[in-house]
């Protein structure tokens, strides 16, 4: 059974940073893709960032791109999020999600098969 558990999320205040960490079982972690994405109250969810399953290739939506970074560690089969110079606006539930469909980073979610349970981030203003 494939399971994605996240963490690291909380209640920060604007400026500062969390990293997120997303730790997966149940298959084969160096071999496919990771995304990252985020769901604020009343809004859909949006794309945040992806990672190759090597690692070498990482795609980042325009709203976090410089403040955010993608990263994994096939070793420990996690895949991480750092968060810098956070605002109110990147309050949402943060979900990592695994794709095992395409060779390329991508950020269309029907392209992710796992996903998990979210946690939740915060900034205060």
């Known amino acids: 059974q494939v399971q994605l558990v996240e963490s690291g999320g909380g209640l920060v205040q604007a400026g500062g940073s969390l990293r997120l960490s997303c730790a997966v079982s149940g298959r084969t972690f160096s071999t496919f893709n990771m995304g990252w994405f985020r769901q604020a109250p009343g809004k859909e969810r949006e794309f945040v960032a992806a990672i190759s399953w090597s690692g070498g290739n990482t795609y980042y939506a325009d709203s976090v791109k410089g403040r955010f970074t993608i990263s994994r560690d096939n070793a420990k089969d996690t895949v991480y999020l750092q968060m810098n110079s956070l605002k109110p606006e990147d309050t949402a539930v943060y979900y990592c999600?695994?794709?095992?469909?395409?060779?390329?980073?991508?950020?269309?979610?029907?392209?992710?098969?796992?996903w998990g349970q979210g946690t939740q981030v915060t900034v205060s203003s």
């Open positions: 999600a695994s794709n095992s469909r395409t060779r390329v980073v991508v950020a269309r979610e029907v392209f992710y098969d796992y």
